[in-house]
């Protein structure tokens, strides 16, 4: 070691935020992520390690010594890099996208350099506030209803997932009806959503306390493109209250994970409104492209809920993570998760005049992610937005029109948004090889389409099953991704069909 680096070292020790030194040391990381972007499209989409991989390669023990950055940023290099599933990829079609853009990577920047922790209003009036305002501008550009918004009593809060909005409303609606009906009722409690509901409804009911035989997955089907039918909700809700239960929430998809789906929120509210149920909109993914107007529809009725959610994470260029949710009625969260200590008091609170974040949701301490949101929303406009969200779109119907000219394959439901849904049709037949005309058979070759698409390295997919059926999913939204990529992926699609089944001869 030289005399010099060994010099930095100890300085870096005595200072862990020496303003020189993280200006090296933060030009140095820049420049390692601007090359990863640069670079991205040379690895292999998904990684392609086996288990445990990294123990084999990094020391059992934390260093006694400290070591310099310029080691470290190589074995990130070296070690870490190989085994990312690189989710930035313009190949990453799997799941639904996690999103990044240099406005939240340096609003993230900023988050992490402030380093406020605003649980309450006193605790950093800015990081409050500023969260305040950009809920309220982002809901206004969904035309969220006036009561949602700060502005007309209700508001909105930036929790870390959809998953956590969910538990939040569920334990907001849970002790909003146990106090009145009586604590002992929570055996009674019964939430309600479909087949294809996110799993975050489960753990959410789970955590709650609610009885876990009664959360309700209300069949879809196919015919009815897997929404959630008012009717089959109404019945399930009858069924119920037959049996002496109570029911409580239920959660409304916009864009459900497997299909993209759209439960009819409109339609879906007067039904719980009958039962006088708790409604949560879930759009985590679809509920960015309702900033355009010609998809705002999908959220219609919207007025007639409790509380609606989106990720910002996922489609609304905005890094990991951010999920906002919105309430008609504050109180309700706030009765549920305020606390009451007396290090926490202060005359702000006192007077009522502000909020206080840490009543919205779980844990005390909570980032300044209202920074990274408002990066966004001003870096690029909501006209900006609004262009990115429909490119992908536009791309997903030049995805559809690839698969309509090759005759083996078939869109198993119909897009909404930016996710396709395909397969190798059960009714293939190609130079006399033949996929059986059995669904079985057909899921067997697709499920193996899929392998060989991502052990390739070259692209990353990902399934669901539907009604029975196994469909790839093709969901495009991440910022890198243009036609080329789109195209490029197709022809891969194609490549490995082709070896499965022979060429398709036109
Ligand atoms: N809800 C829907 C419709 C989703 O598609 C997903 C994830 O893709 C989630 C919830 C879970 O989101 P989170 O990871 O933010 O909890």
Known sequence: MSLAQSDQE???????????????????????????????????????VEPGYLHKRIPENAPYNPEPIETILQDVQNHIVPGLTHWLSPYHFAYYPANASIAASLGEILCTGFNVDGFNWIASPAATELENIVMDWLGKMLELPESFLFSGNGGGVIQGTTGDAVLCTVIAARDQLLNRIGRDNIVKLVVYGSDQTHCSLHKAAKIAGIHPNNVRSVKTTKSKAFALSPDSLRSAIISDKEAGLIPLYLCATVGTTSSGAVDPVGPLCDVAEDYGIWVHIDAAYAGSACICPEFRHFIDGVECANSFSFNPHKWLLTNLDCCCLWVKDPSALVNAFSTDSEYLKNTATDSKQVVDYKDWQVPLTRRFRAIKLWLVLRSYGVVNLRNYLRRHVEMAKHFEGLIAMDKRFEVVVPRKFSLVCFRISPSARVNGCSADDEESTANELNRKLLKSLNDSGRVCMTHAIVGGIYMIRFSIGQPLTDYRHIEMAWKVVQEYTDAMLGTYLK
């Open 10 to 48: 100890r300085h870096c020790m005595m200072n862990p935020l020496d303003h020189e030194e993280f200006r090296r040391q933060g030009h140095m990381i820049i420049d390692f992520i601007a090359n990863y972007y640069r670079d991205i499209e040379k690895y292999p989409v998904r990684s392609q």
